[in-house]
C-alpha cells in the first residue's frame, strides 16, 4: 500500500500477544499495517486543496478511517493533544465490529480516557471508574494540571458510590496548549468565508479560556459549542472536524468515495473463493413474504451461533437469535459469513458443509449477494463517507468523550 505514508503517534495500541492472527492490511513487505496511515486524495469543492484520507490500523485491521480537507499549517506532530487515535479511542469507533480491535472489554475506553488526561494526550473527556480507582485518579488529576467535577453512579446499600462519573479538562488556556494561528488560517483558507468567520470567532473568542472550563457545564451546552472549538477542546484532528463543518453547512458538498484496498489475505481458505451457486430466482426483497425469509433463516441459527460465541463484541447477544431475527438483521448472517470465511478449518462450524450453500442462498434472497462480500472481505471497500449525517451512529460510544 504504498500510497500510504505513515504518521508517527505513540497513542498506538500495541500488537496483540497472541489471537486473533493478522489482518488483511499488509505493507510492501507483506507485514500487518499496525498505526496511523494518511494520503492525498482528489480536491472536493467547495474547499481550496486536496483532501487527506487518515486510516487507523491495528494488526492488520482497519479500525477507522476518515477524510477532510487538508490542514498543512496545523502540524499534529507538534501539537500531543491532538491525535485521530483521541477520537478512535476515547469512543471505541471501528468500521466492522467483527473485526478484532484493541478495546478488549467494556472499561477499555474509559480507562484509556483516564489515562491520556493525566498523561497530557488529551485536553477534556469524560469517563466512569470504580470508586476506588476514581479516587486515587482525582489524587493525580490536579497534580497533572486537569481540573474536574463527577457525579456519583449505582450507591450500595449503605448510599456509597461504586462508581463516578468524571469530567475533566486541562487548565491551561487554549493558546497554551493549541497553534491556533495556524489553525485560524488553515480554517480560513479551506472554509468558504461565511461558514470560516463562526468557526475562526469561537477559537478566538475562547484562547485564553481553557478546557476545565467545560468539566462544570452540562453535556448539552457543550454540544452546542461551534464545532471547531468543540473538536479542539475533545483533542480531535482538526481535518476531520472540517469536513464535519462542511457536512453540516453544506448539504449540497459532494464527498466522492475514496476507496480504501486491502492486499489479498495469505490466510483465507482458497476453497472458499468458489461461492456455490443455486437454481433459484432471487427476487427483490420487498417481495418475498416475511414468513417465508423466517423459514429460509432457521436452519441458519445454530450456524450463526456458533460464529457468535466466538467473538466477545456478540457473544452477550446470541440469545437473540432465531429465524425471525436474521430475517429481520440481515447483518447478523453477514457477520457469520465473514466470521466462516476468516476462520482456520479448525475453527469453522463442524455442520459447515452441510449448510453453506443454503447460507449463500438465503443471503442472495436477504439482498446480500455472497459473491461480493467475499470479494470485500479480500480487498475491503469503504462506502460513501460514513460520517455523513446519518440516522444510525457507527459503533462506539453514544457521545463524544
Not at 499496525?34 to 490500523?57: C, F
Amino acid at each position: 500500500m504504498s500510497d500510504w505514508m505513515t504518521i508517527s503517534d505513540d497513542r498506538t495500541p500495541p500488537f496483540p500477544v497472541g489471537p486473533p492472527p493478522p489482518g488483511p492490511f499488509r505493507d510492501g513487505d507483506d507485514l500487518p499495517m499496525h498505526g496511523l496511515y494518511e494520503r492525498s486524495v482528489v480536491e472536493v469543492v467547495p474547499t481550496n486543496g486536496p483532501w487527506i484520507q487518515v486510516m487507523a490500523v491495528w494488526n492488520g485491521y482497519r479500525v477507522w478511517d476518515f477524510a477532510g480537507p487538508s490542514m498543512p499549517r496545523f502540524a499534529l506532530a507538534r501539537c500531543p493533544f491532538v491525535s485521530p487515535w483521541n477520537e478512535i479511542l476515547s469512543q471505541g469507533l471501528r468500521r466492522d465490529p467483527s473485526d478484532p480491535a484493541p478495546f478488549d472489554e467494556d472499561t477499555w475506553c474509559d480507562r484509556w480516557i483516564a489515562q491520556a488526561l493525566l498523561d497530557g494526550r488529551k485536553p477534556f473527556g469524560r469517563f466512569e471508574l470504580p470508586f476506588k480507582d476514581a479516587r486515587k485518579w482525582c489524587e493525580r488529576a490536579r497534580r497533572s494540571g486537569v481540573e474536574y467535577s463527577f457525579t456519583r453512579l449505582r450507591p450500595d446499600a449503605e448510599g456509597y458510590p461504586r462508581a463516578l462519573h468524571i469530567t475533566a479538562g486541562r487548565v491551561e488556556p487554549y493558546e497554551e496548549l493549541f497553534d491556533l494561528r495556524a489553525l485560524v488560517a488553515d480554517y480560513r483558507s479551506i472554509l468558504p468565508s461565511e461558514i470560516a468567520d463562526d468557526e475562526v470567532d469561537a477559537l478566538m473568542d475562547h484562547r485564553a479560556e481553557s478546557p476545565a472550563l467545560y468539566a462544570f457545564v452540562s453535556y448539552d451546552a457543550f454540544a452546542r459549542l461551534p464545532r471547531s472549538l468543540r473538536g479542539l477542546t475533545l483533542g480531535y484532528p482538526p481535518t476531520a472536524t472540517a469536513g464535519r463543518i462542511l457536512l453540516d453547512t453544506h448539504a449540497d458538498v459532494l464527498i466522492p468515495d475514496f476507496p480504501i484496498h486491502a492486499q489479498p489475505s495469505k490466510d483465507l481458505d482458497p476453497q472458499l473463493s468458489a461461492i456455490p451457486g443455486c437454481d433459484h430466482d432471487h427476487v427483490a426483497r420487498p417481495r418475498v413474504s416475511h414468513d417465508e425469509l423466517v423459514k429460509a433463516c432457521e436452519p441458519l441459527v445454530e450456524f450463526v451461533d456458533y460464529y457468535w460465541r466466538m467473538e466477545a463484541a456478540l457473544s452477550r447477544f446470541t440469545s437473540r437469535i432465531s429465524g425471525a431475527y436474521l430475517a429481520d438483521y440481515p447483518e447478523a448472517l453477514v457477520a457469520a459469513f465473514e466470521s466462516h470465511v476468516r476462520a482456520t478449518t479448525e475453527d469453522r462450524y463442524p455442520r459447515s458443509e452441510a449448510v453453506y450453500a443454503h447460507l449463500c442462498c438465503t443471503l442472495r434472497y436477504l439482498g446480500r449477494d455472497p459473491q461480493r462480500l467475499l470479494h470485500s472481505l479480500i480487498t475491503p471497500q469503504l462506502p460513501a463517507w460514513l460520517d455523513r449525517a446519518r440516522p444510525d451512529r457507527p459503533p462506539g460510544r453514544l457521545r463524544e468523550s
